[in-house]
């Protein structure tokens, strides 16, 4: 047998992986995707159909008809498109292009899913691990059911693949740190920031930083000029990583410091104690008092991978090294984190920086099985290694999981499946036993047989359904919008809490605006405009802005409020409320479709319209105040936080005539008998701008929400323009690292 060379061996290992991910990835495809039953929406694929197809069908396709939109003018009076965490400038959602979006979800899904475990792969080869142990800690991995269920949001199964990419390279460049590791790990820096996860990037980094740091001591207490190499190149990096996502990044934190979280964008409206998962202290308490009948397969079986706890034990036990005990506290620590305000150390954590930014702390459980994951595989190379001496830990491996397994109900896929996936996975999983030493062959069959058994149950329960059904039960509501909508005016849906008819964003889809929608990034002053169209701060049954939940209430302020938003009709649960509080408001009554009525609203004030007169009000909330006034009149009146350029005439009338209605670009050509005041009911935010006649004025912000611009006497033609210079500066930043990393690739291969 030819012996091969270290090139060869290399590109031969890599060639091995992906093809061993790719089969996977095809199985996985089959029968998530093919096989799997169309479920009814509920909470688990909820964000799917509500957010993440919406938003990025909205976006591909537009750039699929050659449209490259940065603001979104659909949804809350308008807010910034591109700032938002979908991943639009991810490379990896190219299949979005060529596409139908229902599909690209689906395949680059699988795409990630065979990514996973290529990059856990090559992590554990760049670890030293035998070629059996890796391929067992990259299936872990792929196959762990927590990242099935995660399926059902691409972004935030996106971004956790590229946790073990990011470690592969960090690895590399300690081990040699060359200009083509440099920038190996800064595009895997990069990626991961552009795929549209901010709170699962952060998680990332909580692997990642304290990973480097320690790869770096360690080469540095050996040859210090060697450590601080590697930390330059660490760094470099680290820098060019940031600037490649500076195109998502710059207008994200733009977006984020001007929104209702916190200046990090990613928290809770107040960074609140969030409960996190109530499975993990159930599971303790059902582990600890052993009731079985207790024992719910929901808690038992996935997401944790738990079963992988002997693997990890015989790794610390067997595998005595700073880096594996590092990864068994990372899992430790981050399953009880995942417990959220169940425990108190969740408590102390938030008091540590970034520990308030988010919430979903269960989301953590990507780093428990992760590590778990990695763990398993160091215990498979242990066991090989160990030889005949490690026969004990394979029978307490494989009595722990026998008992576990028998002791665990039967989910709900029978238990004829469940005993052919086990005899199948056996059988076939124990054929690599007879490659490697007997111990380590069998703990893999074993393993991998329970994660095979643990994936059938997951995927049962939470399959990723089709999109083919968005919208079907609301098209008859969705056809009497566009029947009774009037071009420019906006839908307001009165009440409409997760998970009921209509879903958020069928306006992005269908081409209307709205006033009220599903965003989590929605702008601060969006958000306080909308409590006090609903009651008020001290209203106990307050607005619930993220998902778009704002029931009007019969008053004078909601009246004045939402004609101010230009929302021409608006749509309400009849079943919820009688009597009737929109027909006490002065709304129509326009038709009842399946449980969902729609109203006219005669009093919205047009998108575009002329003031003669206007008051000065820099207090926010005085502002407010001002608004629900019934002294000031909206109709005649403009409220500034600035006196206008050109002061208006008193008297003066005018008309306002949308002439051009784009997401990017709106135009108005007004008549007025004297000078005035144009007001445009489109959210001010910083890049838009105004001209009047192709010169250039300033643009202001009226009625503590929207835009106006002063028009002088005659006919002219104002046109606003949204040219963001977060954009811009984040599209610079990220070209000028692209060049970079793509210049020492180049140097790498010339020398």
Known sequence: MPVLSNTQRRVSDLVAAALVCTVVGAWYFQRIFLTASTAAIDFVNYDLYAYAYPMLAYWFTGLRDGEFTLWNPYQACGLPLAATENGFFYPLNFLHLMLPTGIAIGYTTVLHFALAGFFQHQFLRARHLAWPACLIGALTFMLMPLFVRTAWFPGCYNTTVWIAGILWACERLVQRPTRGAVAALATALGVQLLAGR??????????????????????????????????????????????????????ETELAVNSMRSTAGISALAAEAYPGSPDIPELWQTLLVLDTERWDPAVIFPPYGWHLIGCAAVAVLLVRRRWVWFFAAVAAIFFVLAAGSHTPLYDVFRRLPTGDWFRVPERMLSLTVFSLSVLSAVGVDALARAGGRARWAVGLLILSSVLIYWQTPAPSVGATTLVTAFASSSVCLLVPAVWVRAPAGVVMAVVLAMELVDIHPATHAHPTVSVAGYGRADAALRRGIARERAPGMRVFYSYRPIHYVPLPKVGLLDGFPTVTDYEPMTLRRFADFAEQLHGGPDDPFGAVVFFGDMPLRATATSRRLLDLTS???????????????????????????????????PGALPRAFVVSQYVLEADERAGLRRLADPRFDPHAAAMLDAPPRLAPASGASGTATLTEDQPDAVTVLVETTADALLVLTDVAYAGWAATVDGRPEPLQRANYLFRAVSVPRGSHEVRFEFHPASFRWGAALSGVSLLTILALLFARHRS
């Open 198 to 251: 901010s709170q699962l990037v952060v998680f990332g980094w909580y692997f990642f930083a304290p990973y480097a740091v320690g790869r770096t001591w360690s080469v540095w207490r050996h040859d210090r000029q060697e450590g601080r190499r590697v930390a330059v190149a660490l760094m470099c990096a680290v820098i060019l990583g940031g600037a490649l996502s500076a195109i998502q990044i710059i207008p």
């Open 567 to 601: 929302a021409q009709l608006v749509v309400q649960r009849g079943d919820l409320v009688e009597p009737d509080p929109l027909l006490a408001l002065g709304l129509e009554l326009v038709d009842d479709y399946g449980g969902q009525r729609l109203y006219r609203n």
